[in-house]
């Protein structure tokens, strides 16, 4: 028997892990240019993996429902998930005055690693 929310719950941690796993290689291969490089590349992939986690969670919480109570509870996640990477984003740059590039290239990564993650079996 298939059950689509285990395979669901399976996709979305594997999927948090490969974004964990290409953020901290990026972070390691900028360790040479400093610390501040890494910290900027392991924040714009944190965000990411950490949004994706929280919209996986709020997707999957609710169980089996109507298809309209899972798309809101899909679009919810989605738009919480950008909030948290836009926010983090915001921080890194403006109030931390971290590199930029490190930043978008873990956010970058991060999402590259979503559609390998996706995409495999």
Same mark, same amino acid.
């Given at each position: 028997?298939?059950?689509?929310?285990? %395979?669901?719950?399976?996709? #979305?941690?594997?999927? $948090? @892990? +490969?974004?964990?796993?290409?953020?901290?290689?990026? #972070?390691?291969?900028?360790?040479?240019? =400093?610390?501040?490089?890494?910290? #900027? %590349? !392991?924040?714009? /992939?944190?965000?990411?993996? %950490? /949004?994706?986690?929280? %919209? *996986?969670?709020?997707?999957?919480?609710? =169980?089996?429902?109507? *298809?309209?109570?899972?798309? /809101?509870? +899909?679009?919810?996640?989605?738009?919480?998930?950008?909030? @948290? $990477?836009? @926010?983090?984003?915001?921080?890194?740059?403006? $109030?931390?005055?971290?590199?930029?590039?490190?930043?978008?290239?873990?956010? $970058?990564? *991060?999402? @590259?690693?979503?559609? !390998?993650?996706?995409?495999?079996?």
């Amino acid at each position: 028997m298939h059950d689509p929310l285990t %395979a669901g719950r399976r996709l #979305a941690t594997r999927t $948090v @892990v +490969w974004q964990a796993t290409a953020t901290a290689l990026l #972070a390691l291969a900028f360790l040479a240019k =400093g610390g501040t490089h890494a910290l #900027a %590349a !392991l924040l714009g /992939g944190g965000a990411m993996a %950490a /949004g994706g986690a929280i %919209a *996986a969670r709020l997707l999957f919480r609710g =169980g089996v429902g109507s *298809a309209g109570t899972v798309m /809101g509870r +899909w679009l919810a996640g989605l738009a919480l998930k950008w909030l @948290v $990477v836009f @926010v983090v984003l915001w921080l890194g740059v403006v $109030v931390w005055h971290l590199p930029a590039l490190p930043l978008l290239l873990g956010i $970058v990564a *991060a999402l @590259v690693a979503l559609a !390998l993650a996706a995409t495999r079996r």
